[in-house]
């Protein structure tokens, strides 16, 4: 039951090589270099993967991928969750890896080929402009106050968003806007061009985690920008159901990379426990720290299952009821990781908090990881609210 399928185990086995051998070696030149506006050495390492034949592995084999599936994805994408620049080097990082399963699912072929198609090359990034400044759309939707009009056979975009990932040098924008007040079918999604007339990039947000690569945070305004009826994604009024058919399996693929990163981070704890001495005695003996190390062990493979688990459902078409168990790994893995960072640090001392050791800027990212695709309390409230009426089974 949890043996690979050789095929998958194999070209798992080759990106953890991938991410051992290229990726981990040239991850700090990466990110120096992002910091100058340059992207040489990550472009370096895509032309490698593009010829090991790793490249968006998570597309369908017509695209150029390897036609994996969730559960495919969950092998791949761990291992290259291990580095923070490791899902960029094969093109899987977020937005545009849930923005090009969403263009597949629901595209028209005029849609994929303005837009998809590029964005796969990897010609252009993208974002997805959803979230608002109070008192708009945050954790709950129905706040969304960015409308669209109707404008003969087109439509007129005006709202502020935020947090739209890598809007800046993006490509093109998804942009959710309210057309009806429907409280279901009441959204739309639109394909926009960030050059076109109306769009503002107010600025880059500064927050915790210092930016790298599409991980900055633009908000932006849209003012009477008009878009021909070829921009709606789906149909009017499927806004929030794409929402969803988006953010469930994103939330798997946030799980997939943020397992990796907190693997690597234990792994990177051994040898210094193992070595260090205090009280007389290396660190490694010490019961606080072994109860630590526990901890994060039995929490990586306690997310691995939950993570494997949900991925199964969504490729038995059980997306429904995939919601819920969807939330509670999101919650879980965020959680995991910040608390093994948090104990990475504690176990280096003050090494640990020193920037001689990744971990400080480790968990300064992860701590994103209990608000991004909705806070702890959202997720919980769900998990409850399911149990309560009886729709979710803990025993499975």
Same mark, same amino acid.
């Given at each position: 039951?949890?043996?690979? &399928?050789?095929?998958?185990?194999?070209?798992?086995?080759?990106?953890? *090589?991938?991410?051992?051998?290229?990726?981990?070696?040239?991850?700090?030149?990466?990110?120096?270099? #992002?910091?100058?506006?340059?992207?040489?050495?990550?472009?370096?390492?895509?032309? !490698?993967?593009?010829?090991?034949?790793?490249? @968006?592995?998570?597309?369908?084999?017509?695209?150029?991928?390897?036609?994996?599936?969730?559960?495919?994805?969950?092998?791949?994408?761990?291992?290259?969750?291990?580095?923070?620049?490791?899902?960029?080097?094969?093109?899987? #990082?977020?937005?545009?890896?849930?923005?090009?399963?969403?263009?597949?699912?629901?595209?028209?072929?005029?849609?994929?080929?303005?837009?998809?198609?590029?964005?796969?090359? /990897?010609?252009?990034?993208?974002?997805?402009?959803? @979230?608002?400044?109070?008192?708009?759309?945050?954790?709950? &939707?129905?706040?969304?106050? @960015?409308?669209?009009?109707?404008?003969?056979?087109?439509?007129?975009?005006?709202?502020?968003?935020?947090?739209?990932?890598?809007?800046?040098?993006?490509?093109?924008?998804?942009?959710?806007?309210?057309?009806?007040?429907?409280?279901?079918?009441?959204? @739309?999604?639109? %394909?926009?061009?960030?050059? *076109?007339?109306?769009?503002?990039?107010?600025? #880059?947000?500064?927050?915790?985690?210092?930016?790298?690569?599409?991980?900055?945070?633009?908000?932006?305004?849209?003012?009477?920008?008009?878009?021909?009826?070829?921009?709606?994604?789906?149909?009017?009024?499927?806004?929030?159901?794409?929402?969803?058919?988006?953010?469930?399996?994103?939330?798997?693929?946030?799980?997939?990379?943020?397992?990796?990163? /907190?693997?690597?981070?234990?792994?990177?704890?051994?040898?210094?426990?193992?070595?260090?001495?205090?009280?007389?005695?290396? %660190?490694?003996?010490?019961?606080?720290?072994?109860?630590?190390?526990?901890?994060?062990?039995?929490?990586?493979?306690?997310?691995? %299952?939950?993570?494997?688990?949900?991925?199964?459902?969504?490729?038995?078409?059980?997306?429904?009821?995939?919601?819920?168990?969807?939330?509670?790994?999101?919650?879980?893995?965020?959680?995991?990781?910040?608390?093994?960072? =948090?104990? /990475?640090?504690?176990?280096?001392?003050?090494?640990?908090?020193? !920037?001689?050791?990744?971990?400080?800027?480790?968990?300064?990212?992860?701590?994103?990881?209990?608000?991004?695709?909705? &806070? =702890?309390?959202?997720?919980?409230?769900?998990?409850?609210?399911?149990?309560?009426?009886?729709? %979710?089974?803990?025993?499975?």
């Amino acid at each position: 039951m949890f043996d690979l &399928p050789k095929e998958l185990d194999e070209l798992r086995t080759r990106v953890r *090589a991938f991410v051992d051998e290229r990726v981990l070696p040239n991850e700090a030149k990466v990110i120096a270099e #992002d910091r100058d506006g340059k992207r040489d050495t990550l472009r370096a390492l895509q032309a !490698e993967v593009r010829a090991a034949g790793l490249w @968006t592995p998570h597309l369908p084999k017509e695209l150029g991928g390897r036609g994996l599936g969730v559960m495919g994805m969950c092998a791949l994408f761990r291992e290259m969750g291990r580095s923070p620049v490791g899902a960029a080097s094969f093109h899987c #990082d977020a937005p545009d890896q849930g923005n090009m399963d969403l263009l597949v699912q629901v595209g028209t072929p005029h849609q994929k080929e303005r837009y998809l198609m590029p964005l796969v090359r /990897a010609e252009v990034s993208s974002g997805f402009s959803m @979230t608002e400044p109070a008192p708009g759309a945050g954790a709950d &939707p129905s706040n969304l106050k @960015t409308r669209a009009a109707p404008d003969g056979d087109g439509w007129v975009i005006d709202g502020h968003k935020w947090y739209t990932t890598g809007g800046a040098a993006a490509g093109f924008l998804i942009v959710m806007a309210r057309t009806s007040e429907d409280g279901k079918n009441g959204a @739309t999604m639109f %394909l926009v061009d960030r050059n *076109a007339p109306g769009v503002e990039i107010v600025r #880059d947000i500064p927050v915790m985690a210092p930016p790298i690569l599409a991980h900055r945070e633009a908000e932006i305004r849209y003012t009477k920008v008009r878009v021909g009826p070829e921009a709606v994604l789906g149909n009017v009024g499927d806004g929030f159901k794409l929402a969803q058919t988006r953010l469930v399996p994103a939330r798997l693929t946030h799980c997939m990379r943020w397992l990796g990163l /907190a693997d690597r981070a234990l792994h990177m704890c051994k040898p210094y426990v193992l070595t260090r001495e205090s009280f007389g005695k290396t %660190l490694a003996h010490h019961q606080s720290i072994q109860k630590m190390l526990a901890e994060a062990a039995s929490g990586i493979h306690a997310g691995n %299952l939950m993570t494997l688990h949900c991925a199964w459902m969504l490729e038995q078409g059980k997306t429904k009821e995939a919601r819920t168990y969807s939330s509670m790994t999101k919650n879980h893995v965020a959680r995991l990781l910040c608390k093994t960072l =948090d104990d /990475a640090i504690q176990m280096h001392g003050s090494l640990g908090y020193s !920037e001689d050791m990744p971990f400080a800027t480790w968990y300064r990212f992860a701590r994103a990881a209990r608000i991004a695709d909705g &806070p =702890d309390e959202v997720h919980e409230i769900v998990v409850a609210r399911d149990f309560l009426r009886g729709a %979710l089974q803990t025993l499975v």
